[in-house]
Every structure is written in structure tokens, then in C-alpha cells.
């Protein structure tokens, strides 16, 4: 959790309702929600108020044992309460459909990233740089942001509670959403699709920077100077591998790393295979292909997503878990 | 009444309950099936809930925590509360409101409980043999692909559906022919007026989950591609077939619930229910538009920006008719004489719960804001309130209101009021502080979370134990009722409802000599004298 300690928290900043509103259009948002939660507030307090005091007022009590009198109805009190809930719920109406319009339609200038999720991870493409997909979605404050989503298997939602936008996240069509950061800092990225066993830990990580530290960011090429093993624990939660390995010995998803390198594998097919650095990569780049004995077959194929360098890390990290 | 017979002991052994055609049999015997099926679905409640007690693994592993919400969800969606009223309450007053000594077709009613029962078994067997773990949405492509057992929990949910239109068949046919003599459609009592508009969406909208469920099934098994993208599919016509369904079954749930509402407020006020007509027409209203505003649980799924506007305009009109039957539930109590028995004080948590769910339901239409609050907690409190907050409430009150008239017995009337405190306390620390952590962002079935939302969930979970307490304290003085209540008279209430002018418990046939002729309203109560 130490790496995710520096991400503002949702329940201390804001107010009690919502979390701290950091985009052009969450106070938009914010203002809508207040001034429903109160006519809410004023509206259950008022029908609690009038049905106590009739229960007092109409107690049943020696004296009271039938009606005072019988009322079927009242046309002017129906038409009140009909037109002026009516009113109030199109003025709503309105208002929402307004503002999900500003919401869904991004300026022509938005800087478009790629998104892609899969289980149970995300991760961001920079069209136009040399960048290798980010586990971290890093954006310029005050600049509009497009992200063209999609999927590898499941449905998955993005969420950014901060900014109040949300958009489920498909395999088979590109689904869209824009903001316009206004604050520099470090924000909650939740998966809000139910996706698996692990679709609570797909979280990522939004960090909104200065318009130079970003430019300065995305000409970083890869890390060369971090030692491999160190390297490779980082990278194994920053790729979400510690969605389904565990480095204790217990059983996840797939198989522990811990004590794995340089022991034999049984394997579906029922031969069995040393696990050495070719066995690593094999698996790391085609997972299908070496299925261990009584685990699924359910890992992405991480080609393309890790460069020569990081797929050394891990290897060299696994081995480090050896006691 | 201790001397004569009644349904109950008319005839003996269990095969007289099992091959009954009386529509009281069938109705008890639902009743006990469902509240079987509240008590398993409300045991997963309080699993999953201990399990939040912190943000990590306490006790489940992530896929069992996974299962139990969908079984918690499944269970007390398609195994309770769907029939819950309608089936239990409405099978054993409907005839008797309507003058009838049964309904229309008594065999195709026991049909009903066991196909009913059928389909529970295969639900069953879903949580044995490796349970499902999809969500009760069973969203595409995770259901077409997970390796849990799908194909058993909608097998038996498309059993179910059946249980469910025969039922609805029912009731419609029983309301168009089996009135008594002189009981036209405006004499009717509105629980009639709401199992008859619950029947309706029963009928027209079960087959269209039978058949999404049959086409998933078909997905899994011989891999024909509907809704899996991988077979070339699309998972959102599955969210549109599923809610064409599903969105209306929240009125099949709710619209017997404000039946019973209204079968109780006008008995314990002595009060002609205020806006009768308009409460019939605005039940037949619910229903229909009911079936035009599936799209509002895909406002973020990519269905088209004017789709999104035209459901979010239908749902605020919905939402106007439930608005009105609040008022005048409230309306008929001015002026009565206001008895605060048990059935009373559920009816009063219902309206304050069910306005706050309705008050929420306002928030959750809008489509700026269900952007932010879409799949987080406040959409789970807002569901908790309507659905239990409303219907159980409801269904709670119409159980102690009608308890005495099933059984014969009365129950204790200082446990129910110390169960009711319970209930109603323990019901809003679970779910009240659940709008709040949702629309601080906490999104739903997650099984860790961060950790600073702890006290919230901590909150919530020491309510989910009272609300328990409160449950098995009912539970306690209905079973005492049963063995040791005083005999109740035919009308301990004073109501003036054809199902009070008859023995209690009633006889095989309801009405001893000749069907009732019916020539007055259905709440027909005196005036004072001042």
C-alpha cells in the first residue's frame, strides 16, 4: 500500500456527501447533487412531520373511535401534489440531461490516451510518443483529455471519483470520456464493472502534473538505472501480477512465485518442465502455452506491454524469492 | 371458533397439503417457502457484511465473497421477493376480497408452488455444486465465460419464471371472472387493483428473461454467439434484454407492497382511502410505463445520448404516480381514528423508507449525477430502501395484519412493537450510510476496499446484526403464536374488508352458505358525529 499512500483521499477531502471535485465540470455536478440532497432533506423531514402530527392529532382514544369525517378526495389538493412534483422532476430532468451533454461531448482540442483494461489491470497508450503503456494514467492539469477505452476479455467500468465521470469499458466497441483536470495531485482510478475474483484490486492510479513535468515525462524514455531485482518487485503490483501470484506461498489465481525458480512443473499436458529463465519468459509472453497442473487458463499474454529489460526484472525478482 | 372446522383442519396428513387445490394451502405453503428462502438470503447478508468489517480478507476468499453476494442477490431477488406477496399473501386473500371460494384455476395454482419449488432445487443446486458467481445480472461476457455453475442458477431462474405467469394467469382470469355478485371493478380493494397490475407485467414481461436466459445458456453450452463479443456477440443486448425484464419486475415487486399499504392504513385509520380511483388508475399506470424505462441501468453502458434521454424522461414520469400514493396514504390519515398497532407502525416505516428511496430514486435518475453514482454503494442503499425498506416493510405489515385471519391465532402484540425498533433501527445504520460512502465514491461488490472507508462499512455491518436481532425476535413470537396465541375473533382489527366478515381461520370454502352480494365500496367505514 506504500506506493498508493500519496493518492488524496476520497472521505477527507470534500464535503460530507462527495469527494474533493478536481475537474472543469465536477462543480457542475456538485451543485446539482446538493441542491437535490436538500429539497430530499426538506421533503422527508416535511411527509415524516405531517404523518407524526396526524398520528398524534388522530390517536384513536375513547373519544375517537370512528372518523371524524370521510374523505374521498380533493381535486384542488390532487392537482397540487401531482403538478408540483411534476414540475420539480422536469426541471431535473432538464438540468441532468444538460450537464451529461457537457459531460459526454469532449472539446476538439482534447489530447486523446488509450485505455485498456483487462483482468485485473489497466493500462494507458500515448498516441504520438514513444512512451511504453503506462500502469499510471499521467495527464497535464487544465488541458482536455479524451480516453478511447476498450477491453481484452470482460466488461469493466473506469471511474474517477474525483472527477465524477464514469464509463463502462467493453471488448468489442471503443466507449469515450473527457476531463479537464484542474489540480495538480494524485487521484483514485476504480474498476466499477464486476469483472472476477480480483475486481476489486483493479484500481489505478490518475497523477495530474505541471504542463513541463508532463512533456518532461513523456520523453522519459525506459528506466535503465534501477537494479533488475528492484525493478521487478516494483513492477510486479505496478503490472498487477500480484493480482493473481502471491510472493508467500499462497495459492491465488495462478501459482506462488515464492520458491517456484529451479523446481520442476507439472503441467496440464501432463508433462513437466524446469522452471528456468526460458520457462519465465515463455510464460510471461505466451501464457497458454506451459499451463500449470490444476490452475486455469486465464492469463493475458503480457507481449508488447513489457520491454526486454523489465521481463529480465522479474525474472530476476522471482529468483530473489528463493529461501 | 375452537369448535368449528376450518381450512387447516378440514383434512389431515400431508398429502392433503401437498395435492390441495384450496388457494389458503398453496398461499401458507408459499409463505413458508419464501420466508425460507428471506432466511437463506438474508444468512449470505450477514456473511457478506462481517467479511466488510475490514478492508482485507477477514474470513472469504475474494471468489467466495464474489459467490455469496450473487446468491445473496439471486436468492432473495428470484426466490423471494419476487413471489413474496403476490404468491403467498395474494394467493390467500385474493379469492376471499374478490367473494370467490377459490381462484379461477385451483389446479394450475398448486401447478405454480411446485414448479416454484422445482426451480428453487436448481437454484440450490447452483450453490452446492460450485456456485455461481456472476452477480444476479449475470452481465455477458463474465457469465458466458466464468467457470462457476451459470447454467443451474438460470435453469432454475427460467423455472421460476413460469411459477411466476401461471400465477399471474391466475389472478387475472380470478379478478375478470370470480367478483361476486355486484362487486364491479371500482368496489374493488386496491390490493386487488395492484396483484391485478402485478399480474400483467408477470405475464407480458417473465418470457423475455426466459428467453435471455435461454440464449445464454445456449451461449455456454453449444457456443452460439448472442452476447459474447469472442463468438461475436454483444454484451449489451444482453443488458437490454435482462432489464426489459428485470426493471419491470421492480414493480412486480413493489405494487403488491403498496396494495397491502393501502389494505392497512384505511383499516387501522377507519378511513375510506383517500384518491381510491386515482390509486387503482395509477397502479394500471406503474405497470405500463414500467416497460419504457429499462435503458435507466445503462446510462453508462453506451446505449445512444438520445436513448439516455428519452429513459430518463420516462423515469422521472414513473416516478410521479408513486409520489401521488404517498400523499394520499398520508390523506387518509386526517381525520381518522389512528389505532398504532404493529401493522400500523410497519406502514409508517414504509412511507418514511420508501421516501427516502423515492427521494433517491430522483437523485439516481438524473443523468449528470448517475455518471458519478452509477454501480457504487448509493445505487445499493437506493435499491435496499425501495425494495426492503418498501416491499418487506410492506410485506411485514400485511403479515401481521392478516396473521390473525391465516391462523386463527394472535400474536403479541409488546414483541412485535420491541421487533419493529429493531427492524427500523438496524435497517437504516446498514443502509443509511451507505448513500453516503457511495457518493463518496465507493463503488459496489468490491470485496477489499480502501481502507479509509472502514467506518462506514463498520457502521453498516453492526446494523446488518440488529436488523438480525430484530428479525428472530418475529420469528420467536410468530412460532410462540402458533403453539400458544389466544384465539383471534373474525375481526380484531374492526376493519370492514370482506376478508374480516368470515371465520378466522375461514372455512374450506370461504363463505359457508351463499357468495356474499357485494354493494358498497371496499373501505366502507362510519363518520362521527360532530
Known amino acids: ?323 | 371458533m375452537s369448535s368449528g372446522t376450518n381450512y387447516i383442519n378440514a383434512t389431515k396428513g400431508i398429502k392433503s397439503w401437498i395435492f390441495t387445490v384450496d388457494h389458503k394451502r398453496i398461499g401458507i405453503m408459499y409463505l413458508a417457502f419464501v420466508l425460507l428462502a428471506f432466511f437463506l438470503g438474508g444468512m449470505f447478508a450477514i456473511l457478506l457484511r462481517l467479511e466488510l468489517l475490514t478492508p482485507s480478507a477477514l474470513y472469504l476468499t475474494a471468489k467466495q465473497y464474489n459467490q455469496a453476494f450473487t446468491l445473496h442477490g439471486a436468492i432473495m431477488v428470484f426466490l423471494f421477493i419476487v413471489p413474496s406477496i403476490p404468491a403467498s399473501l395474494g394467493n390467500f386473500f385474493l379469492p376471499i376480497q374478490l367473494g370467490a371460494i377459490d381462484v379461477a384455476f385451483p389446479k394450475l395454482n398448486l401447478a405454480s408452488l411446485w414448479i416454484y419449488v422445482i426451480g428453487a432445487v436448481f437454484c440450490f443446486y447452483s450453490i452446492i455444486g460450485g456456485s455461481v458467481d456472476t452477480g444476479w445480472t449475470f452481465y455477458t461476457p463474465y457469465s458466458s465465460s466464468t467457470d462457476t455453475s451459470v447454467i443451474p442458477m438460470i435453469m432454475g431462474v427460467f423455472i421460476l419464471g413460469f411459477s411466476s405467469i401461471l400465477t399471474g394467469i391466475n389472478f387475472i382470469v380470478t379478478v375478470h371472472k370470480m367478483r361476486a355478485p355486484g362487486l364491479s371493478w371500482f368496489k374493488m380493494p386496491l390490493f386487488i387493483w395492484t396483484l391485478y397490475s402485478t399480474a400483467i407485467i408477470q405475464v407480458l414481461a417473465t418470457p423475455v428473461l426466459a428467453i435471455t436466459v435461454l440464449l445464454l445458456m445456449l451461449e455456454r453450452t453449444i457456443g452460439i454467439g448472442i452476447f459474447d463479443p469472442a463468438l461475436g456477440g454483444d454484451p449489451v443486448l444482453f443488458q437490454h434484454f435482462f432489464w426489459f425484464y428485470s426493471h419491470p419486475a421492480v414493480y412486480i415487486m413493489i405494487l403488491p407492497a403498496m396494495g397491502v399499504i393501502s389494505e392497512v392504513v384505511a383499516t387501522f385509520c377507519k378511513k375510506k382511502l383517500f384518491g381510491y380511483e386515482l390509486m387503482a388508475y395509477s397502479s394500471m399506470a406503474i405497470a405500463f410505463i414500467s416497460f419504457l424505462v429499462w435503458g435507466h441501468h445503462l446510462y453508462v453502458s453506451g446505449q445512444s445520448p438520445y436513448a439516455t434521454m428519452l429513459f430518463s424522461l420516462l423515469t422521472f414520469l414513473v416516478g410521479i404516480p408513486s409520489g401521488i400514493k404517498v400523499f394520499n396514504w398520508i390523506a387518509t390519515m386526517y381525520t381518522g381514528s389512528i389505532d398504532l398497532k404493529s401493522p400500523f407502525l410497519y406502514f409508517l416505516s414504509f412511507i418514511f423508507l420508501f421516501t427516502i428511496g423515492g427521494f433517491t430514486g430522483v437523485v439516481l435518475g438524473s443523468l449528470s449525477l448517475d455518471i458519478h453514482l452509477h454501480d457504487t454503494y448509493f445505487v445499493v442503499a437506493h435499491f435496499h430502501y425501495v425494495m426492503m425498506g418498501g416491499t418487506v416493510m410492506a410485506f411485514l405489515a400485511g403479515l401481521h395484519y392478516w396473521w390473525p385471519k391465516m391462523f386463527g391465532k394472535m400474536y403479541s402484540e409488546v414483541a412485535a412493537r420491541i421487533a419493529f425498533i429493531f427492524v427500523f433501527v438496524g435497517f437504516n445504520m446498514v443502509f443509511f450510510i451507505q448513500f453516503i460512502m457511495g457518493s463518496k465514491g465507493m463503488p459496489r461488490r468490491y470485496y477489499n476496499y480502501l481502507p479509509e472507508f472502514q467506518p462506514y462499512h463498520v457502521v453498516s455491518t453492526i446494523g446488518s446484526w440488529i436488523l438480525a436481532v430484530g428479525f428472530f425476535i418475529i420469528l420467536g413470537y410468530f412460532i410462540h403464536s402458533l403453539m400458544k396465541g389466544k384465539q383471534a375473533p373474525p375481526n380484531p382489527w374492526g376493519s370492514s374488508a370482506m376478508e374480516w366478515k368470515i371465520a378466522s381461520p375461514p372455512t374450506t370454502f370461504n363463505f359457508d352458505e351463499n357468495l356474499p352480494y357485494i354493494d358498497h365500496g371496499p373501505y366502507d367505514y362510519p363518520k362521527g358525529n360532530s
Open chain 1, 1 to 323: 500500500m506504500s506506493e498508493q499512500d500519496n493518492i488524496t483521499s476520497l472521505v477527507d477531502y470534500g464535503t460530507t456527501w462527495l469527494p474533493g471535485s478536481y475537474s472543469t465540470l465536477s462543480d457542475i455536478v456538485d451543485v446539482q447533487f446538493n441542491a437535490i440532497l436538500w429539497l430530499s432533506v426538506f421533503g422527508t423531514i416535511g411527509i415524516t412531520l405531517v404523518t407524526l402530527y396526524f398520528c398524534l392529532k388522530y390517536k384513536r382514544t375513547e373519544k375517537n373511535q370512528v372518523a371524524e369525517k370521510q374523505i374521498d378526495h380533493n381535486l384542488t389538493v390532487e392537482v397540487i401534489w401531482t403538478v408540483i412534483p411534476l414540475i420539480i422532476v422536469m426541471v431535473i430532468f432538464y438540468w441532468g440531461f444538460r450537464d451529461y451533454l457537457r459531460l459526454m461531448v469532449a472539446p476538439e482540442d482534447a489530447m486523446e490516451i488509450r485505455v485498456t483494461g483487462e483482468k485485473w489491470r489497466w493500462y494507458f497508450e500515448y498516441p504520438g510518443t514513444d512512451k511504453r503503456p503506462s500502469d499510471d494514467l499521467v495527464v497535464p492539469v487544465g488541458q482536455a483529455v479524451k480516453l478511447v477505452m476498450s477491453s481484452k476479455d470482460v466488461l469493466h467500468s473506469f471511474f474517477i471519483p474525483n472527477f465524477r465521470v464514469k464509463r463502462d469499458v467493453q471488448p468489442n466497441r471503443y466507449s469515450h470520456l473527457w476531463f479537464e483536470a484542474t489540480k495538480i495531485g494524485t487521484f483514485q482510478i476504480f474498476c466499477t464493472e464486476y469483472c472476477g475474483a480480483q475486481h476489486s484490486n483493479m484500481q489505478a492510479k490518475l497523477i495530474v502534473m505541471s504542463r513541463n513535468d508532463f512533456e518532461e515525462w513523456k520523453e522519459t524514455g525506459e528506466d535503465t538505472e534501477t537494479p533488475l531485482p528492484i525493478l521487478g518487485k516494483r513492477l510486479y503490483k505496478s503490472k498487477a501480477c500480484n493480482a493473481c501470484h502471491s510472493i508467500d506461498g499462497s495459492r491465488v489465481i495462478g501459482p506462488t512465485w515464492k520458491n517456484a525458480y529451479g523446481t520442476m512443473r507439472e503441467l496440464e499436458s501432463g508433462d513437466s518442465v524446469l522452471i528456468d529463465d526460458n520457462y519465465l519468459r515463455e510464460s510471461i509472453v505466451y501464457p497458454a502455452n506451459k499451463i500449470a497442473k490444476g490452475y486455469p487458463n486465464v492469463m493475458n499474454s503480457y507481449a508488447g506491454l513489457l520491454s526486454d529489460r523489465e521481463i529480465n526484472a522479474l525474472i530476476e525478482y522471482i529468483k530473489t524469492l528463493k529461501e
